[in-house]
């Protein structure tokens, strides 16, 4: 019962972060959280590798500190979620990090759909690092993979995992939208740890 499961579904410089606590065949959500992966103060670091609209950025040194900002950006973020006190007294499973997509950036040719592959691997990057220093392993799950994963781990159809993440969501109050949903699966998931 003192262990905790973190879910969060990555976007483009910020994440969805739930947590959800119990045993795996009934588990409760401990919070919903945003974790910011970019500095607000600085409106590029949510898209570091575009230069304006459909252009890539190509100065490496603007880039590079650019993505040094988003890597503080994220140890600071997950330092504050681990931090929370509805987190208090529970040790983390493990984390389940819901992506887009897990596509290798150079292999597309199109440059402006490459900035966001490539903003999509630094997201997701720098949270799993940011969780490995705090001992936290973290499993990557691409969005449409996850109901056929869960259903297969948690086995359970997808029909019954959705009423119960939905129910989940109900019982905490609040906005409980799709990203909500992946997060909070991913997080039930990563009880089974």
């Not at 007294?89 to 592959?117: K, M, T, Y």
């Not at 949270?127 to 499993?139: F, K």
Request: aromatic share 4%.
């Amino acid at each position: 019962m003192n262990q905790v499961g973190l879910g969060f579904r990555v976007k483009s410089g910020y994440a969805i972060a739930v947590a959800v606590h119990g045993p795996t065949s009934a588990p409760t959500v401990a919070a919903r959280l945003v974790v910011e992966l970019s500095d607000p103060a600085v409106p590029a670091t949510r898209q570091p590798y575009h230069d304006g609209f459909y252009k890539q950025q190509d100065d490496r040194r603007k880039l590079s500190r650019l993505v040094a900002l988003v890597k503080r950006c994220a140890t600071r973020s997950v330092d504050a979620l681990l931090a929370d006190p509805r987190l208090a007294g529970l040790r983390c499973r493990g984390a389940g990090v819901v992506v887009g997509s897990v596509i290798d950036p150079q292999r597309v040719g199109n440059l402006h759909i490459r900035a966001h592959a490539s903003e999509g691997r630094l997201f997701r990057t720098v949270l799993v690092e940011a969780l490995a220093a705090h001992g936290i392993a973290s499993d990557v799950i691409v969005d449409k993979t996850l109901a056929k994963t869960a259903a297969k781990d948690l086995r359970r159809t997808d029909a019954a995992i959705a009423r119960a993440v939905a129910a989940l969501g109900k019982a905490y109050g609040g906005t409980w939208r799709a990203e909500e949903k992946a997060a909070c699966t991913a997080a039930w998931l990563a009880l089974l740890r």
